[in-house]
Structure formats: structure tokens, C-alpha cells
């Protein structure tokens, strides 16, 4: 799911922010979803 939308944030997010990457992930599948 993620890995189609960006697969080289996604992984670099969660890995630098740690608990803050996984809200953005959170927020970048809403909103892809929604639009």
C-alpha cells in the first residue's frame, strides 16, 4: 500500500522520525486515498 504510493519516503520516514513517521505515513495514504 505504501510501497506504491513512495517507497523511498516511507522508509526513510519511520527510520529517521521514528514515531513521527509513522503519522506522516498515516497522513500519505489518507490523502492519496481520498483524492
Keep these: ?3 506504491q ?4 519516503p516511507a522508509t526513510l520516514a ?3 522520525l521514528g ?3 509513522v503519522g506522516l505515513m498515516n ?3 489518507q490523502k492519496p486515498s481520498a483524492v
Design 27 to 29: 497522513r500519505r495514504k
Design 19 to 21: 514515531v513521527g513517521g
Design 14 to 16: 519511520p527510520h529517521t
Design 1 to 3: 500500500m505504501t510501497q
Design 5 to 8: 504510493i513512495a517507497p523511498e
